[in-house]
């Protein structure tokens, strides 16, 4: 048996040639999906302010940022409107109009930057005057075969509209399954699903509601449909169903605080997994570096290399362009 002094693990660490040369794992541009927020208007940026560096922007600057993706290799964008508030209802019906935000800038991106892929969200907490990413009965019980109903047509749209991938993150059971019937029956039979399929009830999430619209509307909480954080069997069962109901891929969310999961679901699937760091981690992140107790660069290269040790394919991240950026330099 060879030990000290014979042998040495700092041997190979000594210099960079050779850490580089015996790096695990890679991370790439190829590894991030950026996370965009649409807002009405021509021209338009509005800063978010629990989300310091994120804005919400219209159609048209959302068109130059896809572009400036596409150049730094990020092959993919997530996309969510800030629906305006007179077009938000109890039955989220705006999520159906082919002229909605979200569809006008599916069409726009695809138009001007036809090489990036876009991955769309599908729940109604955009378009619902409460905030639930369902209908809710008169208790305020977001309704399960109701809301897959609707879901079904929000994922047609934005399939119509040219979303590559079609992202469910409402946690209703059955969804997958009948939105991939659907896509199949009219004839989208490459456009992917990747299954929000293991998500919290989070409390990393305020930033989002607030870049959507929907934390002053929300009533309530997500824990009757999104997952309770002290479970990890029941995310394989999550992910399980998802897989038979037809998702490509499937997603685990929020993300640092559920890299458990990941590996567990890696492992015992081993099929594409992502994660999504979401607005709260953002926040985290900004927070601590401008608080002076960590570089940021150094904090936003790690975090995400640390998803790929987990087992991701690739990472949601609103650091996606600037992890790019210093990920090309
Ligand atoms: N269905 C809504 C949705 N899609 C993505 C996020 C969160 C993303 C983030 O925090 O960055 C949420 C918020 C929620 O479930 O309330
Ligand atoms: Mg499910």
Same mark, same amino acid.
């Given at each position: 048996m060879s030990h000290y002094p014979a042998l040495r693990l700092r041997r190979t660490r000594a210099s960079a040639w050779s850490r580089r040369m015996y790096a695990?794992?890679?991370?790439? @541009?190829?590894? &991030?999906?950026? @996370?965009? /927020?649409?807002?009405?208007? *021509?021209? #338009?940026? =509005? @800063?978010?302010?629990?989300? @310091?560096? #994120?804005?919400?922007?219209?159609?048209?600057?959302?068109?130059?940022?896809?572009? *400036? +993706?596409?150049?730094?290799?990020i092959p993919c964008l997530a996309l969510f409107p800030n629906t305006p508030h007179e077009l938000r209802s109890e039955r989220g019906e705006e999520a159906l109009n082919p002229d909605n935000l979200m569809c006008r800038a599916i069409r726009a991106i695809k138009d001007a930057v036809p090489e990036i892929g876009l991955l769309t969200d599908v729940a109604l907490d955009p378009y619902t005057a409460h905030g639930h990413d369902g209908l809710i009965d008169g208790a305020g019980y977001v309704l399960n075969d109701d809301t897959a109903e609707i879901l079904v047509g929000q994922? &047609?749209?934005?399939?119509?509209?040219g979303a590559d991938i079609i992202a469910p993150s409402d946690m209703m059971d059955g969804r997958v399954g009948l939105i991939r019937e659907a896509l199949e029956g009219e004839g989208h039979a490459n456009v992917q699903i990747m299954a929000y399929a293991a998500k919290y009830a989070s409390a990393f999430y305020g930033p989002f509601r607030d870049a959507v619209g929907s934390r002053g509307l929300l009533k309530g909480d997500k824990k009757t449909y999104q997952m309770d954080p002290a479970n990890s069997e029941e995310a394989l069962r999550e992910v399980e169903l998802d897989l038979d109901e037809g998702a490509d891929s499937v997603m685990v969310k929020p993300g640092l605080p559920y890299l458990d999961i990941v590996r567990r679901v890696k492992e015992r699937f081993e099929v594409p997994v992502f994660a999504y760091q #979401?607005?709260?981690? $953002?926040? !985290?992140? *900004?927070? +601590?570096?401008?608080?002076?107790?960590?570089?940021?660069?150094?904090? #936003?290269? =790690?975090? &995400? !290399?640390? /998803?790929?040790?987990?087992?991701?394919?690739?990472?949601?991240? $609103?650091?996606?362009?600037?992890a790019a950026r210093l990920l090309g330099a």
């Open positions: 695990e794992t890679v991370l790439t @541009p190829a590894d &991030l999906i950026w @996370p965009l /927020f649409v807002t009405d208007g *021509e021209g #338009v940026e =509005e @800063p978010i302010a629990s989300l @310091p560096g #994120v804005s919400r922007w219209s159609v048209d600057a959302v068109v130059a940022l896809a572009r *400036e +993706a596409a150049a730094l290799g994922a &047609l749209n934005q399939a119509r509209a #979401v607005s709260g981690e $953002y926040a !985290m992140i *900004e927070a +601590a570096a401008a608080a002076g107790a960590g570089d940021r660069d150094a904090l #936003v290269l =790690e975090t &995400l !290399m640390a /998803f790929k040790r987990a087992g991701c394919s690739g990472v949601l991240t $609103y650091h996606a362009a600037h």
